[in-house]
């Protein structure tokens, strides 16, 4: 049973824009803090932005001021507004979902930023 389900990656030119969508089940939303993490090959994943269910953040200094990770209850997603991207930004994206109702990893999404 898939528990969460990215979208949204795709190939953009430097300074663009792009949007990833996160969508988590019901069960485990609410419970769950949020987060994106990326991969590189040859690299540890590495983690990108976090939101709690209060909707705090936190932000690697890398994307600070350019992405913005947000959350809607209402539809148990979990959104990544990525601007201003960069060649280095390119990577295969993961949605991940942590606390009281486990720990899941989305399948990944990748994200490719041409210079």
């Known amino acids: 049973q898939v528990q969460v389900v990215e979208s949204g990656g795709g190939l953009v030119q430097a300074g663009g824009s792009l949007r990833l969508s996160c969508a988590a089940a019901v069960s485990i939303f609410s419970r769950n803090f949020m987060a994106w993490y990326r991969q590189t090959p040859g690299n540890r994943r590495e983690l990108v932005a976090q939101?709690?269910?209060?909707?705090?953040?936190d932000y690697a200094d890398s994307v600070k001021g350019r992405f913005t990770i947000s959350r809607d209850n209402a539809k148990n997603t979990v959104y990544l507004q990525m601007n201003s991207l960069k060649p280095e930004d390119t990577a295969v994206y993961y949605c991940?979902?942590?606390?009281?109702?486990?720990?899941?990893w989305g399948q990944g999404t990748r994200v490719t930023v041409s210079s």
């Open positions: 939101i709690t269910g209060s909707g705090n953040t």
């Open positions: 991940y979902s942590g606390g009281v109702a486990g720990a899941y």
